[in-house]
């Protein structure tokens, strides 16, 4: 079964570029995962699914800022010119081989 | 417009039921699987279980801490998913999102892989446990 790693937190400001972090664990680095978003007090919202070859599809009405790469076991969502309502929790999705479903801890992002 | 609404949460007993729906409607819905996830006060994401599209044999899968007690259905007559909670315990006490689920495959050397995700989500309803 896959395990994702998030860190806690992360901070950047208003206008600059934040670089989020999922890494699989070991045998599972060609996973494919998805990106979600969830702004505070509101439900989770798709950005896009992400595959290790750093190809992503993005959701419908994502903006263009919000990117997706990938390297080794490492999936990465870049949000560039960071706004406001930016701040949110960001968590990634997978699916093991029984179908079983895997969340990353969550990532709680602070615009400053 | 795709979306997803859940209803049917509510304020209940330790050890009684519950039936939650999730009425989809901007998509064919016979054609998805249909996945349940949680989200307990302050916690992170917690996934529930899922069930097939009938094309895929409408089989289910559940997470270890609802197996045995948490059902999923669906109607696709009416676009309707449910998720039926049984023997309800504190820890159950949640807000309950329905999701739709993506499928799609690779091809890696002479293996064939699917992968699974969710691409749409609904607003969720409260299902608090207590006596």
């Known amino acids: 079964q896959p395990v994702l790693t998030q860190s806690s937190s992360a901070s950047a400001s208003l206008g600059s570029s934040v670089k989020l972090t999922c890494t699989l664990s070991?045998?599972?680095?060609?996973?494919?995962i998805a990106w979600h978003q969830q702004q505070p007090g509101k439900a989770p919202r798709y950005l896009m699914k992400?595959?290790?070859?750093?190809?992503?599809n993005k959701g419908s009405g994502v903006p263009d800022r919000f990117s997706g790469s990938s390297s080794g076991a490492d999936r990465y969502l870049t949000i560039s010119n960071l706004q406001s309502e930016d701040e949110a929790d960001y968590y990634c999705?997978?699916?093991?081989?029984?179908?079983?479903?895997?969340f990353g801890g969550g990532t709680k992002l602070t615009v400053l | 417009e795709v979306q997803l609404v859940e209803s049917g949460g509510g304020l209940v007993q330790p050890g009684r039921s519950l039936r939650l729906s999730c009425t989809a409607s901007g998509f064919t819905f016979g054609d998805y699987a249909m996945s349940w996830v949680r989200q307990a006060p302050g916690k992170g994401l917690e996934w529930v279980g899922f069930i097939r599209s009938k094309a895929y044999g409408g089989t289910t899968e559940y997470a270890a801490s609802v197996k045995g007690r948490f059902t999923i259905s669906r109607d696709d007559s009416k676009s309707i998913a449910y998720l039926q909670m049984n023997s309800l315990k504190t820890e159950d006490t949640a807000v309950y999102y329905c999701?739709?689920?993506?499928?799609?495959?690779?091809?890696?050397?002479?293996?064939?892989?699917?992968?699974?995700?969710?691409?749409?989500w609904g607003k969720g309803t409260t299902v608090t446990v207590s006596s």
């Open positions: 999701t739709r689920v993506r499928r799609g495959g690779y091809s890696s050397g002479w293996t064939y892989y699917y992968y699974y995700y969710m691409d749409v």
């Open positions: 992400l595959e290790g070859s750093g190809s992503y």
């Open positions: 999705e997978t699916w093991d081989s029984n179908t079983n479903v895997v």
């Open positions: 070991s045998g599972h680095s060609s996973y494919i």
